[in-house]
């Protein structure tokens, strides 16, 4: 049987993305530990790029799950010397619980994923940020209710947080309005697929008329781990800086969020960033539990993920194997 991974919010259905918010809700609140997840559990993490959220966040969350966790750094790996992600997948799978991936490729995660006989969470890749966007959608509907029907505005450059929002549009019904540079919009492809499955995306080149009305304006850095233009990105992306004028076209009340690091003076200011609108640390706090919801479904017997899509098969399971 496939595990259940949690590799991409278009992967999964919209009562699968529910149960991990609304467990990583309850957890928050009562502070109890779910049922079905067996004590001493343990993740491993693999951390191909830098981390200071996602890291310590999972780390933490497994711990107050009753479980442990092993990092691994690829340069003190087999990994590192050329071992394929396939076969440290199959042996990772026979030693630990669940494995989390942070890299750049987003075929790599794939690949573990399709190799692996237990759970692979995709903690970061150049094509999307999954977990980052659970957080997002958690901070939204603690501080502002329910997201359907509300209106988010994504300002800047189109990356791998913005693909998860477009992502989570389609689940969970929320209009998605994107203002960034044509070089930095997001592919026909991802648009075609979120428009097929309902959601209701907008791209434009005007922050100011993305941000009319919106009930949160969300945005990250102009440089991603793995970009190498950084010259011209900054360039191009100047005038889709969030600023006390963008927030001043939002609805009342309206909140800002960004996943963090962030660089004040480049995509938003200070005075926005540490201003009474800014949730970014609510927002980072919450990255500790949906971690956690996201582990309680990996490793507990609720529904299973839709197959991943471009999941390669995995080798029959040899005889007397652990799992
Ligand atoms: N937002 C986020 O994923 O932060 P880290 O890169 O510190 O994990
Ligand atoms: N878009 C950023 C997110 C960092 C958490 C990056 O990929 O570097």
Redesign the pocket.
């Known amino acids: 049987m496939t595990p259940k991974h949690f590799l991409d919010i278009d992967a999964l259905d919209r009562k699968t993305l529910r149960f991990i918010l609304d467990t990583a809700t309850k957890i928050k609140r009562k502070g109890r530990v779910p049922k079905g997840i067996k004590p001493g559990a343990v993740l491993a993490m693999i951390f191909e790029?830098p981390?200071t959220?996602?890291r310590v966040s999972f780390e933490v969350a497994i711990h107050e799950l009753g479980g442990k966790s092993i990092m691994l750094a690829p340069e003190d790996m087999q990994l590192g010397r050329g071992e394929t992600i396939a076969d440290t997948a199959r042996v990772l799978s026979r030693y630990v619980d669940v494995i989390m991936l942070r890299t750049g490729p987003h075929d790599t995660l794939i690949e573990l994923a399709g190799n692996a006989s237990v759970p692979v969470i995709n903690g970061?890749t150049?094509r999307s940020?999954p977990c980052?966007v659970m957080a997002d959608l958690m901070t939204f509907e603690e501080l502002k209710g329910p997201i359907k029907g509300r209106t988010i505005a994504w300002i800047g450059?189109a990356?791998?947080?913005a693909t998860s929002w477009v992502h989570a549009a389609s689940r969970f019904g929320y209009r998605f309005r994107i203002a960034c540079p044509r070089e930095f919009a997001p592919s026909p492809e991802l648009l075609a697929w979120a428009r097929e499955e309902g959601a209701d995306i907008e791209v434009s080149e005007d922050p100011r008329e993305a941000a009319r009305g919106a009930d949160c304006v969300v945005t990250?850095?102009w440089?991603?781990?793995?970009?190498n233009d950084e010259k011209r990105r900054k360039q191009l992306l100047r005038p889709f800086q969030v600023n006390r004028e963008v927030m001043a076209q939002a609805a009342k009340g309206a909140i800002f969020m960004h996943?963090?690091?962030a660089h004040r003076g480049d995509e938003v200011t200070a005075e926005v960033i540490d201003g009474p609108q800014s949730v970014v640390w609510d927002e980072a706090e919450n990255r500790l539990h949906v971690q956690k919801g996201i582990l309680a479904w990996c490793l507990g017997k609720e529904s299973r993920a839709r197959k991943p899509r471009n999941a390669k098969p995995r080798r029959a399971k040899p005889r007397g194997a652990r799992r």
Request: with cysteine.
């Open positions: 790029k981390s959220r996602t970061l150049c940020h980052q450059d990356n791998n947080v990250d850095v440089v991603s781990m793995g970009d996943c963090l690091p």
